[in-house]
């Protein structure tokens, strides 16, 4: 309805950016700097589905340029905005790319769908690929990246955000539940049936 809107009253000037999860220092949401943190925490890290699962999202300043861009260039057009490459990134490599901003020892361990969803855990930025909601993490952003969108590395996103994350006062990053007590009780479940195989 808002993208209808700015057509019925731009017509065909409109520029219409849609946006995905958006990631970076000063995110509120917490979606992707879930993981910066959690694995700067170190130990063994639920690493959630197949390694294949893409995955995607937006970091906001990479977004913020493209916006002036457009407004700047007078560039019209419907726009799909969602990162941080031009190809779907598979979920170890994100994992494996922010892990490489900590020296903190990790451990990521593998888990597979049917058992985190029969013991309903969730994680962000991760779409189980047998949801209905499995487009989310398959945006195509070509027309965008064609128009001049450009992409930070995953690594300066991650890095950035860990950094701004630990300059927060205490009672902001109390506001980011890492969940530790419950995936240890995941974890210890999943090798208890003998299915672990960490990576």
Not at 51 to 79: K, M, S, W, Y
Not at 151 to 177: H, S
Not at 186 to 199: C, D, H, M, S
Request: with cysteine; proline share 8%.
């Amino acid at each position: 309805l808002c993208e209808e809107a700015v057509r019925e009253r731009y017509g065909p000037r409109s520029t219409v950016l849609r946006l995905h999860v958006v990631a970076g220092p000063g995110d509120p949401t917490d979606r992707f700097t879930f993981w910066p943190v959690r694995i700067d925490k170190g130990g063994d890290v639920i690493a959630p589905g197949n390694p294949a699962d893409p995955c995607q999202f937006i970091d906001a300043r990479d977004l913020a340029e493209f916006t002036v861009h457009c407004l700047e260039n007078d560039i019209p057009g419907t726009f799909n905005t969602a990162g941080p490459a031009l190809q779907e990134t598979p979920m170890d490599q994100f994992l494996y790319g922010i892990r490489a901003v900590t020296s903190t020892p990790v451990h990521f361990e593998w888990i597979d769908t049917k058992f985190l969803t029969d013991n309903q855990v969730r994680y962000p930025i991760w779409i189980p690929q047998d949801s209905p909601f499995r487009g989310i993490s398959k945006v195509r952003s070509h027309k965008a990246v064609a128009a001049g969108l450009k992409f930070r590395p995953l690594a300066v996103t991650a890095a950035e955000t860990l950094d701004w994350f630990k300059e927060q006062p205490a009672d902001r990053q109390a506001k980011l539940n890492l969940q530790l007590e419950r995936d240890a009780k995941v974890l210890a479940a999943w090798k208890a049936r003998g299915a672990g195989g960490g990576r």
